[in-house]
């Protein structure tokens, strides 16, 4: 027989040649075992834990305290914009479906909040969820027929419809105001906070814009929670997983029209939750609320700020609204100027704002990591 292996030859075999050990249980282990198992570290998972949208919410609120109400105006604009972009991540970030005429559903929320606060002097509490329900009713019927189809002719389809939607806005007088639209929407009535003021003093002195402005706030807030609360959930990482292999879903049984039309109906809804807050806001609701050029806006806001993170199409409302603010009182070719560094963002960062920064955050996590 030969000669016996020598026991410490597996030793031996696990170390390198620079006389550090291969063996899982080297000094190197606490690192690995600080890894999860998508990559990323229990340190980096620490950050994500710390409620940056809450945070960030609770910030605005002292908006009107600390800022002009061009601040505050500028605030309530880009809070509704980035609810209407989110509701349209989870179709094209989640799903993977493009929509030319998310529009649609935020023209239809903005009317229904209309026609329900000015003609039927409904409440507020009665219009709001009006909208999100007209939007979601309008959704499963033209979702219905979307959902058939895949890749630009499923986005040219919802284009379609939003067009017709958009006619029927800028023709039916009788009900929509055709041309002219609806304008002086009322805003919703705040007696009983002034009420309130006289016990809580903290809630008293402010115009009945900024009472708005707080309104919408905790509006989108709402929204948002739910929103994270479904992309979190077993149906959102299915969503997820129609978006990556739509075939491979189906061949292990699962419904991927159903899940689709679920998530179109969805996005529809809260798009007209945001459309019935920027009704108010505006004072009046129009139908170029409807066309297909408020798509291409919310469009530009979600790939600007990235499709891949949950607040990157809030990121891109931001930066786009503050872009354009900002342009247009320096000169009057601010299209131009505008549209060139979208161009330029759009190619610096092909993961949005939000996926840059997080890019850079695991890049330097990294650099600590082997420091």
């Not at 809450?54 to 609120?61: E, I, K, N, Q």
């Not at 979600?302 to 499709?307: E, H, I, P, V």
């Not at 603010?325 to 939000?354: C, D, H, M, R």
Request: hydrophobic share 50%.
């Amino acid at each position: 027989m030969g000669r016996p292996l020598d026991r410490r030859a597996p030793e031996a075999l696990r170390r390198r040649p620079d006389g550090e050990s291969n063996s899982p249980l080297d000094r190197r282990a606490p690192e690995a075992l600080r890894r999860r198992p998508d990559g990323e570290s229990n340190g980096e998972s620490m950050k994500a834990r710390i409620p940056w949208g809450f945070l960030v919410l609770l910030a605005m609120f002292f908006v009107p305290a600390v800022g002009s109400r061009f601040y505050t105006f500028l605030a309530n604009d880009i809070a509704i914009w980035a609810l209407f972009a989110t509701s349209l991540n989870l179709l094209v970030g989640y799903t993977g479906l493009v929509s030319f005429g998310h529009a649609a559903y935020f023209g239809i929320g903005a009317y229904t909040a209309g026609i329900l606060m000015k003609k039927a002097g409904a409440s507020f509490l009665v219009a709001f969820p009006a909208a999100g329900l007209s939007a979601a009713i309008f959704a499963v019927a033209f979702g219905f027929f979307c959902v058939r189809l895949t890749k630009i002719y499923f986005a040219m389809l919802t284009l379609a419809f939003a067009q017709i939607v958009w006619a029927i806005c800028f023709k039916w007088n009788e009900v929509t105001g055709g041309e002219q639209g609806m304008p002086e929407i009322p805003y919703p009535d705040f007696g009983w906070l002034e009420r309130a003021a006289r016990v809580l003093p903290f809630l008293g002195g402010y115009r009945t814009s900024e009472y708005f402005y707080f309104l919408t706030l905790a509006s989108v807030g709402i929204c948002f929670w739910i929103l994270r609360r479904v992309v979190g959930s077993p149906f959102g990482r299915m969503l997820t997983t129609i978006r990556e292999n739509p075939e491979r879903a189906e061949f292990i049984g699962v419904n991927v029209r159903r899940y689709e039309l679920a998530a179109f109906v969805l996005a529809g809804t809260f798009a007209g939750l945001a459309g019935a807050l920027f009704g108010i806001f505006n004072r009046g609701v129009f139908p170029d609320f409807a066309y297909w050029t408020k798509s291409s806006e919310v469009l530009i806001m979600t790939l600007l700020g990235g499709m891949g993170a949950f607040f990157g199409p809030a990121v891109g409302a931001l930066a786009l609204l503050w872009l354009n603010q900002q342009i247009v009182s320096y000169t009057e070719y601010w299209p131009f100027i505008l549209g060139s560094i979208l161009v330029v963002l759009l190619f610096a960062f092909p993961g949005g704002l939000a996926g840059a920064a997080g890019a850079l955050r695991r890049h330097l996590a990294r650099r600590r990591a082997r420091a």
